[in-house]
């Protein structure tokens, strides 16, 4: 049986845009594919109730990456579904610590700093989001099917260092804030390292993957982003 894939799609604040979450149906239970922020909750617990996803049934949470808006309801689904919460070990400091450019080197300095004040403008209004420690580190090449996901994970950093995506084995690939689809299928603009990102994509473009499914923005055809994509410029 193929995995059902449902998008849920949640409003961020202060006029933001959305952020993309993905509740995958194996048949015999629920992956979800990131959380969200926590003033999007109640329609995100909507979402799963709508697809039949309830305590007990949700086997797993993975987190691309550890920004505020994709592992803003990790801790309380964590305790509500009775799940566990797998992530990159590299970015397992920015989600214990609550610091999204803890694992961030990258020389964009503009970038770190106009980051570093959106975060701090929107934890001073919707307060500080809740820390935790993720139960599973997934590694690069690993197999989720123990947890009735036939896909496998891919460590893809450029966007932040411990960022990962998730391709099935229908050739469908989850790929966090490496690829956006704000205007057309593209970069992240918010990188942090130009030369980590264009070899993450290069290792997308050796692999057969037929529909993108993004952090931001609707999903689209692989083959549509490699027609137009022009490499990151890497400074020094």
């Known amino acids: 049986m193929p995995n059902e894939i449902r998008t849920i799609s949640l409003l961020l604040p202060f006029n933001l845009g959305d952020v993309n979450c993905y509740l995958v149906n194996s048949g015999d239970g629920f992956v979800l594919i990131d959380t969200g922020m926590p003033a999007s909750r109640t329609n995100l617990e909507r979402e799963l109730e709508s697809a039949g996803c309830k305590p007990g049934t949700l086997k797993l949470i993975v987190i691309t990456h550890g920004d505020f808006d994709h592992t803003g309801n990790c801790a309380y689904l964590r305790e509500k579904y009775g799940t566990k919460i797998a992530m990159h070990r590299g970015e397992t400091e920015v ?11 990258g020389k964009r300095i503009a970038t770190r700093i106009l980051t570093r004040a959106l975060f701090s403008f929107i934890t001073l209004f919707l307060g500080r989001f809740e820390r935790f420690k993720p139960d599973i580190y997934i590694e690069d090449g690993q197999a989720l099917s123990e947890y009735g996901f036939d896909a496998k994970v891919l460590h893809l950093p450029g966007h932040s260092k411990g960022s990962i995506g998730i391709v099935t084995s229908g050739d469908d690939l989850f790929c966090g804030d490496l690829l956006w689809n704000k205007d057309q299928p593209a970069p992240q603009s918010n990188i942090d390292e130009a030369v980590e990102l264009n070899a993450s994509i290069e290792k997308l473009k050796g692999l057969r993957i037929n529909t993108v499914y993004p952090g931001h923005g609707k999903p689209f055809p692989m083959a549509s982003f490699i027609k137009n994509h022009r490499p990151a410029t890497v400074t020094t």
């Open 95 to 105: 989600v214990e610590h609550g610091d999204m450019l803890l694992n961030r080197t």
